[in-house]
């Protein structure tokens, strides 16, 4: 997510490095960089001239802080800049009717259906409703088949009426089954078209004064860059739309899409999608956004996925074992689960500072089934009591895993040392597990 972007500012701002004060020669050079990355990003002409201008205003002349290099201001600044850009605040959805109406509009292809299913799936786990599903698309081959698939995969109904190609009327009958069936949330699934047109805006409207919707949500492919914002436009001339959501924000995004689509529209991001999962839906924070941007990380946003999977009950039981030395294969394939469940590993590592600026660093949710392999090819025995495994045994475990004995030996050798740092945070070693985290570097 933003890679190249990231990169591009970060070497922008090494342009500062040395200097103790910002002046309007060191800063002219570096503002010229941060434009020419935010144009490679796919962002307007106008809108990165406004944005540098701003910078340059605020930052020319100013000192430096206390213990702060004109390279660290110029990036406060920048990140202020890019978060008044991209919204300052996050916007939530609103949910204040019974039934909440949500319509979703947007062109065929950027998601509108997959997110439907993910919307669902959000407001039922982390709100406590109970949606239902309403497919419009009439159009599109297996539109409503896709629907109903996600629906059921995550125990929402969706309603349709097969042989009917009246999505008005659709939407407007779906009211009254909502109603029946104590629905709470209805999330309408619009069709869309390949490019913006007459008819499409006709029958979005007609749809959107049918139902009265709390909430139209306005949902684009984020890679389509420039394209989105224009799109985004059209759509707002005609909806007046409450919010946008970006999609596929993981695949080989610039970010032109998510910087500018506020300034040219005037509405919020409301979420973000990042992978294909029906879990793989963010909520959208401008400022945690440009910290990622910056390559910050976000703590933030890191802690809460971590929150979301941890188990009390199995944390107390955990630490009884590392304090009695019973920390086994079986405890680490629970950690391993517990990591995978906080969603896309690579993004995940992305939310810690700085890991995105590391090179060479390809991971992916792939990246355990090794580890994964070996562990299971153990019989339960050797997974609660690792030293057993001798040569033999080694043997047996990397044949069964069909990996090399190299490869085992590696994975022991990890285990027993994060085994020796987890007994020495839990009995207050931490000057130990320095010197050791020191003896590792070396």
Do not use: W
């Not at 490095?17 to 490679?40: F, P, Y």
């Not at 499409?200 to 909430?215: D, G, H, K, Q, W």
């Not at 939310?351 to 070996?374: C, H, L, T, W």
């Amino acid at each position: 997510m933003f890679n190249n972007l990231t990169e591009k500012l970060n070497k922008a701002f090494h342009t500062l490095k040395g200097h103790g004060k910002i002046t309007e020669i060191n800063v002219a050079e570096t503002l010229k960089e941060v434009r020419r990355a935010l144009l490679d990003a796919d962002v307007s002409y106008k809108i990165a001239k406004d944005f540098t201008n701003s910078v340059k205003e605020k930052a020319i002349g100013r000192n430096v802080l206390t213990d702060l290099r004109p390279g660290q201001l110029m990036v406060k600044i920048v990140k202020d800049e890019l978060t008044e850009l991209m919204g300052s605040e996050n916007v939530g959805i609103n949910l204040s009717d019974n039934p909440s109406i949500i319509l979703l509009a947007g062109l065929q292809g950027s998601g509108k259906t997959t997110f439907a299913g993910k919307l669902a799936n959000y407001l039922k786990k982390k709100k406590g409703k109970n949606p239902l599903l309403v497919a419009c698309d009439v159009y599109r081959p297996a539109a409503i088949e896709q629907l109903k698939v996600l629906g059921s995969s995550i125990g929402i109904e969706v309603y349709s009426e097969e042989g009917n190609n009246d999505p008005i009327g659709i939407a407007k009958k779906s009211l009254n089954y909502a109603k029946e069936k104590k629905n709470n949330i209805i999330i309408i699934d619009t069709a869309g078209r390949l490019a913006v047109d007459e008819k499409l805006m006709v029958e979005i409207s007609n749809i959107n004064e049918s139902v009265n919707p709390s909430e139209i949500l306005f949902v684009v492919d984020s890679m389509t860059g420039q394209d989105a914002v224009n799109t985004a436009k059209a759509f707002h001339d005609v909806l007046n739309f409450d919010g946008v959501v970006l999609t596929k924000l993981d695949g080989d995004t610039r970010g032109g899409a998510a910087l500018t689509i506020k300034s040219v529209v005037s509405k919020p991001i409301k979420f973000v999608g990042i992978g294909e999962k029906l879990d793989a839906l963010d909520i959208f924070y401008p400022e945690r956004m440009a910290d990622r941007i910056l390559g910050m990380g976000d703590v933030v946003s890191l802690v809460e996925k971590a929150q979301e999977v941890y188990d009390e009950k199995k944390a107390r039981e955990l630490s009884k074992k590392i304090a009695k030395n019973k920390f086994g294969f079986d405890d680490f394939l629970n950690q391993i689960n517990q990591i995978k469940k906080m969603g896309n590993l690579k993004d995940t590592m992305n939310m810690i500072p700085g890991m995105s600026q590391m090179k060479n660093i390809d991971i992916d949710n792939d990246s355990f089934k090794y580890v994964e392999a070996m562990i299971h090819s153990m019989t339960p025995i050797e997974r609660s009591n690792p030293k057993i495994i001798d040569h033999s045994r080694k043997k047996r475990i990397a044949k069964g895993a069909g990996r090399d004995i190299s490869e085992l030996n590696a994975l022991l050798k990890q285990f027993e040392q994060m085994s020796k740092m987890m007994k020495m945070v839990q009995s207050g070693g931490a000057s130990k597990l320095m010197s050791m985290m020191q003896n590792f570097k070396q």
